[in-house]
């Protein structure tokens, strides 16, 4: 591997580990204030423990997933630093608000809440979770309008040198930026996949309490209650909001969208592929099952429609971008890791979506404990969303390339050019080991507290029970 595949891996398993830890952060944050707000309303004890459990958990979650973002902004100097020339105007006005605006913000009502226990009004309490909620899902948002900017350049001016080559690109419209329409497809989508990665995670504990039979039936019930609606409404959220960001790709990103279904030629009407055998060197199917039309459908809301194929846009991208790269240049992304992370994260969505309606089902019929396999393949389903999530982010970005910009900057363009590959190699592997230490204490620290299950409240509070040392992180 050259320094740019070394520093790509090491930005891409950085991220990974880091997008852990997010969408739960994201989904319980909101699930621990629906029942902090239940409790508020009911003055119910059981919600009142139910926060205090779930909370604990969250705040768990919540301290790795700060680490292990640091790492992610210190890459833009170490290995990406002509990318933090060339863009650095736009990337980091997006950035610098999550930080001063977002974190603080959902940073100082995670205290509020933590310590604030019989010591503010309880609506005063209430309000910090939601704070808490609210901050880390803005958090999201600006880190997303910061990626959309790289999916679909909007709100900016070429800068160029005395020859009229590109240098670099300056802000010209914070407005637009925003408005990106990307964002507004790519922001609902993480959101629900946030609300889902929660829901299955308490849907999960709880099932694991109720065939343990801990001795807390009616709490975990509850909680399984809770989590199987908001699931619910988290995966239909998912799949509508996936629809759009789909259609939203075939017109803004036509490449990444052939690449995920394995369109070598354009078609019209378009047909979807279930499954795909294809020799991705030579750009052709060997072995291809698909739906007919259903690619149209997918892109139009109509039977018939083109979808472009991966070689006829590759040689519009070659023509195009001649003068600047040549006429070698290459624009196909890695079809075969674009074409399978998109059926993870579709295949993983579709069986969450069976698994909480048939969880409703078995609740509205009250038969919770009467099919103990279900229960068992709800324990095992805490994997999906964390499948669907990774698939989905691996999608986005390999979809993309060559592009780190697209349309403006090549990856290889991107990279630092006084960082070797032995010091890149020597990074990787110290981020690598370090992120997996993390992740293994994350695991650890979550199953041995959700395995606990939840103590009296008099006892202690999320504050008193989390480790000391995350909290402070």
Not at 19 to 43: C, N, S
Not at 331 to 351: D, E, H, K, L, N
Request: proline fraction near 4%; charged fraction near 15%; glycine fraction near 8%.
């Amino acid at each position: 591997m050259d320094a740019v595949d070394l520093a790509r891996l090491q930005f891409a398993i950085t991220t990974v580990y880091h997008f852990f830890f997010v969408p739960l952060t994201l989904g319980l944050a909101i699930l621990t204030a629906i029942m902090q707000t239940a409790w508020y309303r009911t003055d119910n004890p059981v919600y009142k423990r139910m926060t205090k459990f779930w909370g604990k958990l969250f705040v768990i979650n919540f301290a790795m997933g700060v680490v292990t973002g640091i790492v992610l902004e210190f890459q833009f100097g170490m290995n990406w630093s002509e990318y933090s020339r060339f863009m650095g105007d736009i990337f980091g006005a997006p950035l610098a608000i999550e930080a001063l605006l977002a974190f603080f913000l959902e940073s100082t009502f995670i205290g509020v809440w933590l310590f604030g226990w019989d010591k503010v009004g309880r609506g005063v309490h209430l309000a910090a979770i939601w704070l808490v909620a609210l901050g880390s899902n803005i958090s999201a948002l600006w880190i997303l309008i910061a990626n959309s900017f790289m999916q679909q350049p909007e709100g900016y001016k070429e800068v160029l040198d005395a020859n009229g080559n590109l240098i670099k690109v300056e802000l010209n419209s914070f407005a637009d930026v925003i408005a990106n329409g990307n964002v507004w497809v790519q922001f609902p989508h993480v959101l629900a996949a946030g609300i889902t990665t929660a829901a299955f995670f308490v849907l999960g504990i709880s099932v694991w309490h109720l065939l343990r039979k801990t001795g807390e039936r009616d709490f975990f019930e509850r909680s399984f209650r809770f989590a199987a609606v908001y699931g619910l409404v988290g995966i239909i959220m998912v799949i509508m909001v996936g629809h759009t960001q789909a259609q939203h790709m075939v017109e803004t990103q036509p490449m990444k969208m052939a690449a995920a279904e394995g369109l070598f030629d354009s078609e019209d009407p378009a047909d979807l592929s279930l499954i795909t055998i294809g020799d991705w060197e030579q750009r052709k199917d060997v072995f291809s099952i698909r739906i007919p039309s259903a690619l149209s459908l997918l892109a139009y809301n109509k039977l018939d429609g083109e979808v472009r194929g991966i070689n006829d846009l590759n040689a519009e991208y070659k023509a195009l971008y001649a003068d600047r790269y040549g006429p070698a240049a290459d624009y196909i992304p890695p079809v075969a890791a674009t074409y399978w992370s998109f059926r993870a994260m579709v295949g993983a969505g579709f069986a969450m979506l069976g698994l909480a309606a048939f969880a409703i089902y078995q609740m509205v019929r009250d038969r919770l404990g009467s099919n103990p396999r279900f229960l068992r393949v709800l324990f095992w389903a805490i994997a999906l969303p964390y499948i669907a999530n990774t698939g989905g982010w691996l999608m986005t970005e390999l979809g993309r390339q060559p592009w780190i910009v697209f349309g403006l900057q090549r990856t290889e363009e991107a990279v630092s050019p006084n960082v070797s590959t032995a010091m890149i190699a020597f990074s990787l592997v110290l981020f690598t080991l370090i992120y997996g230490v993390l992740m293994f204490a994350d695991i650890y620290l979550l199953a041995k507290y959700g395995k606990l299950g939840p103590v009296d409240e008099d006892e202690h509070t999320p504050a008193a029970d989390a480790e000391p040392s995350l909290v402070a992180g």
